[in-house]
Structures are given as structure tokens and as C-alpha cells.
């Protein structure tokens, strides 16, 4: 606490310069992920696919898988462009205090007298902070989902469609924000400067509550989950759950075509009772014995302990960002900066410190990475020792035509960016001998539709 307290008497020093250190930072942050965004652009011109792949991928499906790579990265660095030019407006222009002023005096205008206090001003404040940002990257959305994902055919979304998913999550945010937002402010008004310990333990509630009921009540407002029917996959897949112990509720097929063409499996649920989730996708176009590896691929993760190791980095990791909140949430010199000179609301401290601890956060996430690729190496393992190496090892190719997913990477950018392994990486750690090519055609909506033929 000692030590806490002296950095916090460091930097609330007058003048001190935080607009000037947080642009910097947030432009330098820009600068550094866009050097590498070019380094992999480098590795996108290539022309030939890794050696690995040369024998299951290709020419048309490298060179396209190299495309859209290419016209995400250009629009990753525009998107982020975007977003620096937003942030510095928004720090220049003093747009928070402004927005601050605005919905305080909206809540005298036209609130009863018992929600004027902090709590009120700040669940409207968040909510239009929120529609502001979200107006701000609209376009952007409108462009990734519409040209760039329609132009190599993953996008199945409508307008409508797009609007009305906007419309549900806006809904969803006006619904969960107000009370969370009150439990937040509550905690910290209420328990002095330990209150970290106990707004950690309320952030560990909100994650176990939000894992109980995202998928029951929150993602069928968006997706259908149907029964898998019976039959070979259904029957594969619990004798596979029932040799690792793994306590299999229910199986599900989730219509993900109706948004994206992009094939993903999953499982969630708590630790006595867990359900598999399989894209539609998946198995429009991949064989039984392809998914059945997938999933074992998944149940290893469970097997092997990762996600309890990556439920507690993240408890770490979010005690830790309370912890330095403490150190900021009464600082004189960051409040003036922005403009806050007579007023100190809490919710606003917390939006200034995320500003400055966003630089911090790169090297979390970097090793967060490392971590998490480990895991990844180690599934594909489990799965081979399974006796899936061959059927893995195709299912990934499958997934990466179909997705035309990167093939190969710069190990800067990869470092930086991948939670997991590029297919070339995975592939050598599998040991993958090319025993049989998969080949990739293109329907008439520009989508891969792929087929596994044994090599003589």
C-alpha cells in the first residue's frame, strides 16, 4: 500500500504532462503495430505457398488466401488511422467534459431529483459515450462487412440483418450497463481505498454470472442452437467426451451461415456440465472424422487444464488493472488535464486511466500470446496422441481454405498478434507428411469448398 500510495503522490504532480504522454503513447502504440502490419504485408506478396502447404494448397486458394490478407491488413491500418485521428480529436476538442456537461444537464432537465446523483450521471454518460463511439466506427463496420467480407464471400449478412443485430446488442447494453455500472461506483464510493479487493470479487461474479447466462438467454437473441440429430457424428463425439471423462450435457449446431461463411467450433458451460457448439458451417464441409479431431483438439484444451490456467491469468490481470486504478482514481493532475477541474467522477478517472494503461496493456497481450500458442501446440498434440494427427492435420487445411485464413506469417507480427499458431507452425509440430492433398474450388459466391482425395 506504501508503494502505491508514493506513485500515486508521483504522478499527481501539477503540470504534469498527460495529454501530451497519452497521445504519444496511443501514436506510438499506432506506429509499432502498423511497422508490423507492414512487415506481414511483406510475407502477403509472396507468390508461393510455404513448403509445407505446396502439396495441399492451390495456386488459386495461396493466391487468395493472399488477397484477403493483403485488403485486411491495408484496412486494419485505415480502421486504426481512424481511431487515432477520433482519439486525438476527442482529447483536444475536450469532448469528454463537454459530454459530462451535457448529460448532467439533461438529468436536471428532465430526471427526478434522486437521479441527478454520480451513479445516474454516469450510466447516461457511458451510454452516450458508447452511441458516440459506435456512430464513429459505423462506417468501418458498414465497409468490413458489406466489401471487404463480401468480396471474397464470407459475408451472409442483410442490412437488415446487420441493423437489427445493433439494434439488439444497444438494447442488451441499456439493459446489463445501468446495474453494473451502479455495483461499480457503488463499491468504490462505499469501501475507501481497498476498494479494489472487493471490486475484483465483484468482476469475478459479473464473469461467472455472464458464462451462466450468455448462452441461454443472450446468444439465442442472435443464433439458433438446434440439437445435433443422431448419427455417426453425434455417436463419435460421446464416445470421445466419455473416454476423457468430459462431462458432455448436450451437443448443438449453431447457424452461423446465416452471418458468415467462416467455420468455428466450440464448447462452454460450467465445470459439472458442459455443451459442444458446431458452426453449421463445419459441417457443411468437413468430414466426421475431421470434426470428431477438432473437437478433440477443443476437449484438450479442457484436458490439459487451459482454461482454468487462462481463468486465472485473467483474474490476475484484472486485479492488477484495479490495483493501478487505485493509484489514479484521485489524481488532480490527470482530472485537470482533460478539463475535469472541479468535478472528479469516478467513471471518468476510470476512461483516463485505460487511455494510459493501453500502452502497458501491449506487453500483456503479447504475453498473453505466448501463452496462449503454447496451449495451442499442446491441444494439436493431445489430438494427435488421440490418433487424429492425419485427421487434424486435413481439418486445419479445410478450415484454412475455407476461411482463406493466413498461410504463413512474419514472426514479429505473429508474436505480436496471433493467439495461435499459423497453419505452417502447426502443421511441422504435427508432423504432417502430405499423405493427402486438399484441393479447393470456388463456388459461384467466391467461397472455398474443399475435398480430401488420397494421394497413391
Known sequence: ???????????????FPWKKLIIGFNVGQYLFESFLTLRQYRVLQQTKPPKVLSKEITQDVFDKSQSYGRAKAIYSLVDGLW????????????????????????????????????????????????????ALSLPSRIYHTFVLEEKFGF?????????????KTNLLTFVLAPPLLAGFLKIIQKTGDRFFFYLWAFAAAVQLFMMTVYPTVILPLFNKLSPLEDGELKTKVNELAN???????????????????????????????????????LLEKSETEEIVAVLGHELGHWKLGHL???????????????????VFINNNSLY????????????IGFILFSGALSPMDTVVKYLMNVVTRKFEFQADAFAKQLGY????????????????????????????????????????????????????NLDKEGVAKTTGRDEL
Not at 393 to 415: C, E, F, G, P, V
Request: aromatic share 14%; glycine share 4%.
Open 389 to 440: 494427427a492425419s485427421e487434424l492435420s486435413r481439418s486445419l487445411l479445410k478450415l484454412h481454405i475455407q476461411n482463406l485464413s493466413t498461410m504463413d506469417a512474419d514472426w514479429l507480427y505473429a508474436s505480436y498478434h496471433f493467439s495461435h499458431p499459423h497453419l505452417s507452425e502447426r502443421l511441422k509440430a504435427i508432423g504432417w507428411t502430405g499423405e493427402t492433398e486438399v484441393t479447393a
Open 308 to 326: 482454468t490456467s487462462l481463468m486465472s491469468i485473467s483474474q490476475v490481470h484484472i486485479f492488477y488493472i484495479f490495483t493501478l486504478f487505485s
Open 83 to 134: 481511431s487515432q485521428i477520433c482519439d486525438i480529436a476527442f482529447i483536444q476538442f475536450d469532448v469528454l467534459p463537454k459530454l459530462w456537461s451535457w448529460t448532467g444537464d439533461l438529468l436536471l432537465k428532465w430526471a427526478p431529483a434522486r437521479f441527478t446523483g454520480e451513479i445516474s450521471h454516469s450510466i447516461l454518460f457511458v451510454i452516450s459515450f458508447i452511441l458516440v463511439n459506435q
Open 1 to 15: 500500500m506504501d508503494f502505491l500510495q508514493r506513485l500515486a503522490r508521483f504522478l499527481d504532480r501539477p503540470l
Open 336 to 347: 485537470s488535464a482533460y478539463g475535469f477541474h472541479k468535478e472528479h467522477p469516478i467513471i
Open 243 to 281: 473416454s476423457l471423462n468430459f462431462p458432455l450435457s448436450e451437443l448443438f449446431v449453431i447457424d452461423g451461415s446465416k452471418r458468415s461463411a467462416h467455420s468455428n467450433a466450440y464448447f462452454y458451460g460450467l465445470p459439472w456440465k458442459k455443451h459442444i457448439v458446431i458452426y453449421d458451417t
Open 155 to 167: 459475408n451472409k449478412q442483410t442490412p437488415r440483418l446487420f441493423f437489427t443485430d445493433m439494434i
